[in-house]
């Protein structure tokens, strides 16, 4: 090694230690703590070492230190940011930061490197002396830059550098996330204000539709007039009424009035018929509906995110049947893959450059049941395309019916079959309805018992009328005549007279079965009265209001296994015989027409419709899309001439290239047409001809507006629904399978009538056809006689291009398609080539891609109810999902009282009723028993109610009917109710799929009292389980704060208050579950209709061994001293046992449970134990906290547990029993405890005893004298409880429950009185003291002003937005005689307030002095008892604010006669014009009045500030006022037009 190769190593050396120290010094801040500024060390031979740890907050601080800061308790807090950190393992078991330690390993290697490089470089100095050549190479280097100084500033610059690079950083990050937050606070802060904004637009739009209705009430004017004209009717024979008695009862009277007269008015008939009755069935026309095209576009346009430059950037997305696409080209998918496009571009290219892409991803999501609807209403295309379509819809079907959340509901009724005629044609009645049924048939047996049903001479019988027929002994059945034949004549006829009526066919409203009866010649009247009887107009009016009993049913998708010969008897016969006439199971799918499509299920079968098949009597029903043989097809059409004049009827009109044209020359047509209806309006054809599974192209018949007509089946919607096209005409219509019939091979002699047309030599100017130029086309020639010229000669696959003319009186009239160019509505083809020849581009464009847009389809309203009847109860709905209710009583989670909402109408004209019936009624002198239904005032408001009890001083117990809750009412307020207003409009619900936690098999008071507070008066949305249950079996979902709806059942298992139950699955359900999934699987042709007789056998399950654990039992408790000790009874056992604590433990007991949360969250998981050997063990309580347990007895899957903090004893599922001792340092909390002194009776404490002791001590603080401690450190403490200044040993002696032992001489020594407090005999000074002035009577009331329009006021409190406590403001108005006012009177009081004696009277409105949180004292009143225990605490108002307070009673005095004469200067009123709104989403409510939200609360309190002036409107039965603010207008407008309140 030369000289110079020495020097280079010396140096590198050197440059090496320089740069261990930098670097050492860089890291000096990252590697040193920064409480005690020593350097982090690693853990050597011996020395542990200094170790950064790290906290929860993140700050890392030393080992040393840490120790230092480490609380007894194994708390550490933080000293830069006080935050805890809880350690069970010391220091040490803190996270080490690994960044500082891996610094710390690198510098400590770099200096042995440096060590070693320069310790070879020394010895190699010494082997071999450096050469001439290394002598000149050492003077080069010499000659060159200090390189160590260079790289010396070079690592300073760049020390300094990466500090700045820091600091950026930090600085960037944390304002890019400030920045973020506050633009997305801002953001969904102005989309909240628009759509609150729009909230208000929609609610001053109902309010302006809701103020138009007024004029409906002239509608009913001539309904009044006639209610006049009975008024008048019923006073005048009132009035000769009286004055019949009055000269009954003095007969002298009769020559001071007109007898005759008085006779003649009382002898006068009542025609009901001559009062016209018609206005009961009126109805308006008029109805509300929502535009949801123009209201969806509006929206768009009104609401969207637009940024500075006014550019949208709420991007408008387009569905795809099946195939999502975002427009902006951000994202495509399809529903079955789901694959993103690689070259979409994430960021549009805009004019703006920064805005970020995230926008540029705002879409709104779109239902795919939407999808399913719009695709089921589609017009149908190619072929290929609609099966395509039909295989994408039932892939979206399978993912819709998939998912979790949305499950479908099963509509399941019990049902009684009353006739039966095939398994398509049935009739049921709702066992829900049999009260019903016989409440009717009692009505019209006592109806027909009566001389006014019998017909006459001159009475008539109708077709479709209703009459009552003798059915059964005792029985009258209401029936409609279907048809009436009239003596010697074979036709039937419309109508005739009942003398005149030879036989008649019935139908039987109630039942569903016809019979037809025969009247003998010589019979006459008396024999058509014997068994028919005809209804009045009142009963016929009645008998309306009652529907039909027997409801049409069919079998879902159960067609006949032949087809040509329909059902057969034996498929009758054998559902006959599994029904019979005893309830089954009705699931109801859907409807038909005027059919119900259902599935009955009786308790040994699974179904009907399987059992059917099963038997080989049926098949499910397939529709044949591509069968084996072709069908039999009609002639194509005959087409014209080639430019040959024929006349023509346009038939139908899509646009003016798509229209059918009829011949007209062809009178072979009219001659079928006619033939058809003779043979297909036969009563028999619709069984005859009855086409159960139609196949695709076939051909059928179909009724079009009452005519038979020839149709194709094209397509098959979905269901049991065809599309068809009408041959005849062109038209094309959706109709029910059970609407077609089988065309006979005589109908196939003619070709199809209607000719598939275009317009020749005229084309739509734009792509396609607008609106205006179809309607002009239709105007022009539908339905019109018109000449048609055929001009070429096209397949029969697309329209024949014709010239159309109008017919004139001499010659052929103008042309139709001329017409529409003068009119601007089309173009000539000729010229629309000439002005389309265009130079042809290279470039070659990919054709787009089609999408069809989604259209919003809209449901039509249904029609409204044929009868407007009052229906006094509650009749569940069809449709049992999403039914809108309001809570109205809550008792528990399994009994809740709800109002559906679509009968609020019928519940406001029963309370209409009620009050118009009994407003004005004086009260009966009636005996009210229990059970008997009553209309009760309550609170001013007439309702249904039901007698529970009847106590001897007048005042009865009420159930609400239609509400749920019980009221204490006086007898004065109820009157008897008529059969025809009793009912309930009340839903009693069981919340499903949740049960009691704990173990318990009922619910804890907590989850009742949880449940109320917030369900009482919410609005809730209900789906209905299983309505065959009382109660109800139902699922609830309520609004939260964020307007999502919540399960209720999941909100009470996440508070912890229930648990979820589970279920397993039936067998049925299994097997159909099954069945679903094998028909996802199977191809369509191959899928399996029957299923299998024996579902498939599950491989057993081997459990494994349970685990052999053993516990022992906590350490005994820590008995007290001997003595007098305060203690606190936490329970006591079966036997008598009191278990109590001491305030020591009381207080360790909230630490302990802590302690116990945090150590059950390392505990393993549970598995499978034998729990023989276990004693201690951990506890699942009720609330879901653990406590310590001794397990006592193992009772199949429950475990009898004693809590030993506790003393409790409960039965615990083994899931909530975890065998593991917790805590072993800490003793049992509660001492056992037995009454020294006395012998149970019976050599053991009864049930009732214990019951004694229950109520007296358990949750109460009592003295416990200590008399002896056990020898069994686990035995029980012998002691004597004072309860109330009373011994408990006398307590239960006197009860006879126990007897004094005479092992104890004096029973008086024994005895321990309770400890009196020592008295010092202190020097008292009384002198200053006042004596109390006794003050009587209330308060002066402060008198409003009457005289005066308006007066200026003052709100001093609000207690809800519509209850006010006002001060007027006017002293003028309000003088007073003395010269001190309140004010200075209040204040010379409290400036002398400890001289004012203590309140030691309390009686009800005593007035007082009560302190206020500032510390003075003003006037009140006291209201009530808040509390007794631990201390007395009473409920107070403040006169002069109207505010309550609960205060102590140290803290009221007696008040001065100073303060009494002054009147209130605050007084209750009511604020009139306004009520709180019916419908409202907010989710907080005022505890005291859940009518109100807290918004409109709030939003009040904002709207009392400034000038206001009030104006009188009511004294009785309370002050009410209307208040104004500054402006003139109603304080309370603007809560209405927010939509928080309704105008009352």
């Known amino acids: 090694m030369t000289n110079s190769d020495w020097t280079i190593g010396s140096r590198v050396h050197q440059l090496m230690k320089q740069v261990t120290v930098v670097l050492w010094k860089m890291s000096e801040t990252a590697v040193a703590c920064n409480i005690c500024g020593s350097s982090y060390t690693l853990p050597e031979d011996e020395a542990g070492g200094n170790l950064p740890h790290v906290l929860l907050c993140s700050h890392i601080f030393c080992s040393t230190c840490l120790r230092a800061l480490m609380s007894q308790q194994n708390i550490i807090t933080c ?9 069970e393992e010391g220091v040490d078991g803190l996270e080490v930061d690994s960044r500082i330690i891996g610094l710390i390993y690198t510098a400590r290697m770099n200096t042995k490197k440096g060590r070693h490089s320069g310790d070879r470089c020394k010895s190699q100095r010494f ?15 010499e000659g060159r830059p200090d390189v160590v100084k260079v790289l010396d500033e070079a690592l300073g610059k760049a020390t300094e550098n990466l500090s700045q690079l820091d600091k950026l950083h930090k600085t960037l990050s944390s304002g890019i996330h400030a920045q973020l937050k506050k633009e997305r606070t801002r953001i969904i802060r102005e989309i909240d204000e628009a759509v609150d904004k729009a909230k208000s637009i929609l609610q001053k739009r109902r309010s302006l539709l809701v103020s138009k209705l007024s004029d ?11 209610c006049k004209r009975i008024e008048e009717r019923i006073k005048e024979l009132q009035t000769a009424i009286q004055k019949a008695w009055h000269v009954r009862r003095v007969p002298s009277l009769e020559t001071y009035c007109n007898l005759d007269k008085i006779l003649e008015t009382l002898h006068i008939p009542v025609d009901a018929e001559s009062y016209d009755m018609s206005s009961m069935s009126l109805r308006t026309g008029l109805r509300c509906s929502l535009q949801m095209d123009s209201f969806v576009d509006s929206l768009r346009n009104c609401l969207k995110i637009t940024d ?21 080209g951000v994202e495509v998918w399809e529903s079955s893959s789901q694959s993103v496009r690689g070259n979409a571009d994430p960021i549009p290219k805009k004019k703006s450059t920064c805005r970020p892409s995230f926008i540029e991803e705002i879409v709104e999501d779109i239902d795919t049941s939407s999808e399913i609807v719009e695709t089921a209403h589609s017009s149908p295309g190619p072929e290929p395309r609609r099966n395509e379509r039909h295989k994408a819809l039932r892939r979206l079907r399978r993912q819709h019916f998939d998912r979790p959340l949305t499950p479908q509901t099963k509509v399941v009724h019990y049902v009684m079959a009353t006739h039966i005629v095939n398994p398509g044609h049935f009739y049921v009645r709702y066992m829900m309805e049999q009260k019903s049924g016989q409440n009717l048939t009692k009505k019209v047996n006592e109806f027909c018992s009566g001389d006014s049903s019998l017909f006459t001479f001159s009475d008539e019988i109708k077709t479709g009328s209703m009459l009552f027929i003798y059915w059964k002994e005792d029985m009258w059945c209401r029936v409609t005549v279907t048809e009436l034949f009239q003596k010697e004549c074979f036709q039937s006829v419309t109508k005739c007279l009942a003398s005149e009526v030879s036989r008649l066919c019935v139908y039987f409203q109630d039942f569903g079965f016809s019979k037809g009866i025969s009247i003998p010649s010589d019979g006459g009247l008396s024999m058509l009265n014997e068994c028919l009887r005809r209804p009045d107009a009142a009963t016929l009016a009645q008998m309306n209001g009652w529907a039909p009993l027997a409801i049409k049913c069919s079998l879902k998708d159960i067609i006949p296994t032949d087809l040509l010969r329909g059902w057969s008897l034996e498929a009758a016969d054998e559902m006959r015989g599994l029904l019979g006439s005893e309830a089954v199971e009705m699931q109801v799918f859907g409807e038909d027409g005027d059919a119900l499509l259902v599935d009955l299920k009786k308790t040994p079968m699974v179904s009907l419709r399987e059992h059917l098949v099963f038997m080989g009597l049926a098949r499910f029903y397939s529709p044949i899309v591509a069968p084996g043989s072709a069908p039999l097809l009609f002639y194509p059409s005959v087409r014209p001439t080639l430019n040959v004049e024929v006349n023509a009827m346009v038939s139908h009109v899509n646009t003016p290239s798509d229209f059918y044209v009829q011949l007209v020359e062809n009178m072979e047509y009219l001659l079928l047409h006619s033939k058809l209806q003779d043979c297909y309006s036969r009563p028999q054809a619709n069984s005859e001809f009855q086409v159960y599974c139609p196949s695709l192209s076939q051909a059928c018949v179909a009724c079009y507006d009452q005519e038979w007509c020839r149709v194709q089946v094209i397509g098959f919607p979905g269901g049991r629904m065809v599309e068809v096209r009408y041959v005849d005409f062109g038209y094309r219509k959706t109709l029910s399978v059970k609407d077609l019939r089988q065309i006979k091979d005589e109908f196939f002699a003619l070709p199809e009538m209607a000719l598939w047309c275009s317009l020749n030599d005229v084309v739509s100017p734009q792509e396609t056809w ?6 002009v086309f239709k105007e022009l020639v539908e339905h019109k006689l018109i000449t048609v010229v055929a001009k070429k000669l096209v397949p029969g696959t697309r329209p024949v291009p014709v010239c159309l003319y109008e017919i004139g009186d001499d010659c052929t009239g103008a042309s139709i398609g001329e017409i529409l160019v003068r009119n601007g509505l089309a173009v000539s083809s000729k010229q629309s080539q000439i002005k389309d020849a265009q130079p042809l581009e290279t470039t070659v464009w990919d054709p787009p891609f089609e999408e069809e847009p989604l259209s919003v389809v809209l449901t039509p309203a249904p029609p409204p109810p044929a009868s407007e009847e009052l229906k006094p109860s509650l009749i569940l709905p069809t449709c049992v999902k999403d039914i809108k209710v309001r809570v109205t009583h809550v008792t528990s989670p399994g009994n809740i009282f709800v109002q559906l909402l679509q009968f609020d109408g019928q519940l406001k004209r029963i309370h209409d009723t009620l009050k118009s019936l009994f407003s004005k009624s004086e009260p009966q002198e009636m005996l009210w028993e229990a059970e008997m239904f009553c209309a009760a005032n309550n609170t001013g408001v007439w309702e249904r109610g039901k007698v529970c009890s009847v106590s001897t001083n007048g005042v009865a117990e009420v159930l609400r009917c239609d509400f749920g809750n019980k009221v204490n009412l006086h007898v004065n307020n109820l009157r008897p109710l008529s059969p025809d207003l009793t009912g309930s409009f009340l839903l009693e619900c069981n919340l499903s799929g949740v049960r009691p936690a704990g173990g318990r098999s009922t619910w804890t008071a907590t989850a009742c009292d949880f449940i109320s507070h917030y369900l009482t008066g919410a609005m809730a949305v209900m789906t209905i389980k299983d309505p065959s249950t009382r109660p109800v079996l139902v699922s609830l979902f309520c609004s939260n704060r964020a307007g999502q709806n919540v399960s209720f059942a999941d909100f009470l298992i996440s508070e912890g208050l229930a648990l979820k139950e589970r279920k397993a699955a039936s067998i049925s359900e299994t097997i159909f579950s099954e069945q679903c999934v094998l028909s996802e699987k199977i191809p369509e042709p191959q899928r399996i209709t029957s299923l299998p007789q024996t579902p498939p056998t599950p491989t057993p399950r081997i459990n494994p061994p349970p685990e052999r654990v053993q516990t022992h039992s906590y350490p005994p408790p820590e008995l007290p001293p001997c003595g007098h000790v305060l203690m606190s009874i936490s329970a ?12 020591q433990a009381v207080c360790e007991f909230d630490r302990l449970r802590e302690r116990l949360q945090q150590h059950i969250k390392t505990m393993p998981r549970q598995k499978n134990y034998n729990w023989k050997g276990v004693l201690g063990c951990a506890v699942m309580g ?14 199949g899957g429950h475990v009898k547990v004693q809590y030993v903090d506790q003393g409790l004893v409960e039965s615990i599922p083994v899931c909530h029993v975890y065998p593991m001792v917790l805590c072993e340092d800490v003793p049992q909390l509660c001492v056992p405890c037995q009454i020294n002194g006395v012998i149970p009776i019976g050599k053991g404490w009864q049930w009732d005893a214990v019951v004694l002791m229950k109520e007296l001590l358990l949750g109460r603080s009592v003295y416990v004298h200590i008399i002896e401690h056990p020898e069994d450190p686990c035995g029980c403490v012998k002691v004597e409880i004072t309860v109330d200044g009373m011994a408990l040993s006398k307590i239960m002696v006197h009860h006879q429950y126990a007897s004094f032992d005479p092992a104890i001489s004096s029973q008086e020594d024994y005895v321990v009185k309770p400890p009196v407090p020592d008295l010092d005999d202190w020097d008292l000074n009384t002198e200053g003291l006042e004596e109390p002035q006794p003050v009587f ?3 002066k009331e402060l008198q409003i002003p009457r005289a005066r329009t308006h007066f200026p006021a003052k709100v001093k409190h609000i207690r809800t937005p519509n209850e006010v406590f006002l001060c007027v403001l006017d002293k003028t108005l309000c003088q007073q005689k003395q010269q001190e006012s309140l004010e200075e009177a209040l204040e010379r009081v409290n400036e002398n307030i400890d001289n004012l004696s203590l309140l030691t009277d309390f009686p009800i409105e005593c007035p007082c002095l009560a302190e206020y949180s500032d510390g003075k004292y003003y006037r009140a009143k006291l209201l009530g008892f808040s509390q007794l225990t631990p201390s007395v605490k009473l409920l107070v108002r403040h006169v002069d604010f109207g505010s309550d307070d609960i205060l102590p009673t140290q803290k009221l005095r007696q008040l001065p006669a100073s303060l009494h004469h002054f009147p209130c200067a605050a007084v209750y009123v009511k604020l009139a014009g306004f009520k709180p709104t019916n419908v409202c989403l907010d989710s907080e409510r005022i505890p005291y009045r859940p009518e109100w939200s807290m918004r409109a609360m709030m939003e009040m309190i904002n709207l009392l500030n400034g000038e206001l002036t009030a104006v009188l409107t009511a004294t009785e039965p309370q002050l009410t006022v209307l208040l104004y603010n500054a402006e003139g207008s109603l304080v309370h407008r603007p809560l209405v037009e927010k939509g928080l309140a309704d105008y009352a």
Request: glycine fraction near 4%.
């Open 216 to 226: 409906v009430d002239l509608l009913f004017a001539d309904g009044r007039k006639e």
């Open 308 to 328: 500075d430059s006014d550019d949208c950037i709420l991007e408008e997305v387009t569905v795809a049947p099946f195939q999502h696409v975002v427009k902006s």
């Open 770 to 775: 607008s609106d205006e130029a179809c309607v």
């Open 1337 to 1339: 009577g209330v308060y």
């Open 127 to 141: 082997k071999s002396p450096p050469s001439s050549t290394a002598v000149h190479t050492q003077e080069n280097a």
């Open 79 to 87: 000293p830069e940011c006080q935050m805890d950190t809880r350690i």
């Open 1132 to 1143: 006591i056992s079966e036997q008598g046992v009191i278990y109590a604590m001491t305030y």
């Open 1182 to 1195: 009720t609330d879901m906290f653990w406590y310590r347990g001794q397990v006592q007895e193992v009772i």
